[in-house]
């Protein structure tokens, strides 16, 4: 397992690595596996980027956001701008049912609240709006839908990770309460774990997962 300093050196490159960071200055500190950015970008969506970019590399255990979105004030937008274009941004949508999801803004803070069947379209909503110019930050407040005549069938999950190239199934265990599904076990990375958690997530019926997933290379 790498030490701290080697964690940072691997997060800073892959950072350079992430082409749509550009030139964004993100400082990187590492305690115990621990990850924190730190520093200011112009958009949402660079945020999340460097937070993906760490989260690739291996031996990570954690990230911590630091990183402020910044606008120049002749570049910034008002609320009411950003409604509008995130309002027009969802109904241009074939996946998101928009008439079943509202936003508000605060401050360039979109929350998104509603109701929708799938968690795709949930992530879906969040796509739409994070590259739209002004936004600092969204919170995901879109509930599932329940789906009373389709259960969940635990082998169905377990054939999805076994069909998966990027997951060991073996070291996964699956657990359901209801419509919930908890995951338990060992994954080799973030990657790994974002798959499994995916592959839940698709299951038919299912309105929540618990992601307890321990990254152990």
Known sequence: MKNDLQIQQDVMDELLWEPSLGTAEIGVAVTEGVVTLS?????????????KAAKRVKDVQAVA?????????????????IAKAGVEALSWSTVVPHHQVRLRVEDGWITLEGEVEWQYQKDAAVNLVKDLHGVKGITNQILLKPVPTQAILKDKIRQALERSASVEAESISIQTEGRKVILRGKVRSWSERYEAERAAWATPGV????DELIIAP
Request: proline residues 3%; hydrophobic residues 30%; negative net charge.
């Open 39 to 51: 520093g200011y970008v112009n958009s949402y969506s660079k945020k999340m980027a460097a937070e």
């Open 65 to 81: 956001l630091d990183i402020e979105v910044h606008f120049p004030k002749e570049d910034g937008r008002s609320d009411t701008e």
């Open 207 to 210: 309105i929540d997962v618990k």
